[in-house]
């Protein structure tokens, strides 16, 4: 090894003061936090569904393509966006009071507009509003403050304002006559790097729809985000590999997923804010969802798209606070858990039934998950099961069974072969979800 590369080896360790990361060590804090805070804010908050006087279908923040609004048009929103009710604390507190531990914000969406004060651009919040505040900044400070991580989403392919950006045809024609590495540079690329640069630790970048990206371009932004910040991770969706698996929009998978994943998730139908959609999913639901992605191994990523004047909507706070409240009482079978060492209790296969596609649809089943600990398992119960829970196939021995509601009520355990029968009161103790925590010991 040349002496040079030894010295700039040894004074990037110094500088840091410890080893360098490893992958184990990077992905801790994810593996522990399990939920995060989706934010999808953006000059699509204006319209919030509609352009015109007509209602544009389809998800929010997609209002320009949609609409295939001219970027002369769509760029007058900036000179009206004035959010004077942001609030930045009272964002990361609502995190916070939803139990969970990480947000991750638009900084950049397709439409290009930068929600940050950006020297690369003037298309921003800071240079092109009347608000002038750097929003970011502020949840940044908010976010230190109440020990949430702060990640940021950057569309760093679609940028339907610049020429040479992906997606936006109705103004610069198709992709494939664009200079799409000059946009990349002039761009995205500084762009990913101010937010690396001035907010602080960033617990993860959240790219999407790699339109046009291939392993060089991809390369590019993995080498900065290592060379700038090498604890913060990379979603799914760069254009390579990246330090954990997105799945699809919404997109819960049907069986335990290997290593690590998340899925993003509205609690509407879109992400940024249309004042039309009020298809809200109900705390019960998004508890089942949460608990039944972590016993598959996942992490669950849930939005909220604040409106134009920067509020989140009542509906949302509401029933993230619902799910906050069963995660006080019930968080340890949550953080840090790992997957169901069953399976069969998430359902199964119906042969006798295909989709379009011809495959065998799968039926999912409802009555119970669990997720897991050392010496611990947590059975989520979501319908209640009458006088016993019934559980066939466990080899340990349980040595104890209490609901976490009622920690000292330890509950009647029968063991015969690998069948476990645990006596349980008449009545839920929680109409979300009771859970049943069984400490056990190897046979
Ligand atoms: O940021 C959110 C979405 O805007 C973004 N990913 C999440 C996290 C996303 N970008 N693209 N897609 C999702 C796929 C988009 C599909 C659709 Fe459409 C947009 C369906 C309806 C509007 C594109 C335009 C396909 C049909 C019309």
Redesign the pocket.
Known sequence: MKLSVVCAALAVCSLAGAQPLSQDAKMKWFREAKFGL?I?WGLYAIPAGEWKGQAI???G??IM??AKIPVKEYEGLASQFNPVKFNADEWVKLAEDAGMKYIVI?SK??DGFAMYGSKASSYNIVDATPFKRDPIKELAAACARRKIRLGF?Y?QA?DWHEPNGAGNSWDFGPDDKKDFDQYLRTKAEPQVRELLSGYGPVCLI?F??PYLMNKERSQRFIDMVHQLQPATLIDG?LGSAGDYRSMG?NAIPNNVVEGYWEV?ATLNRT??YKKDDNEWKTPEDLTFKLVDIVSKGGNYLL?VGPTAEGVIPQPSQTNLRAVGKWLKVNGEAIYGAGPTPFGDELGATDKTRTDKNGRPVFVPATAWRCTTKPGRLYIHLFKWPGASFELNGLKDKVIKAYLLSNRRGTLKVKQVGDKLTVALPRQPADPLATVLALETRAN
């Open positions: 989706f999808h279908p389809g998800i923040e997609w393509n949609r638009t969406h397709h989403y569309s679609q959240w999407d729809t969706r929009d993003p992400w940024g939005n």
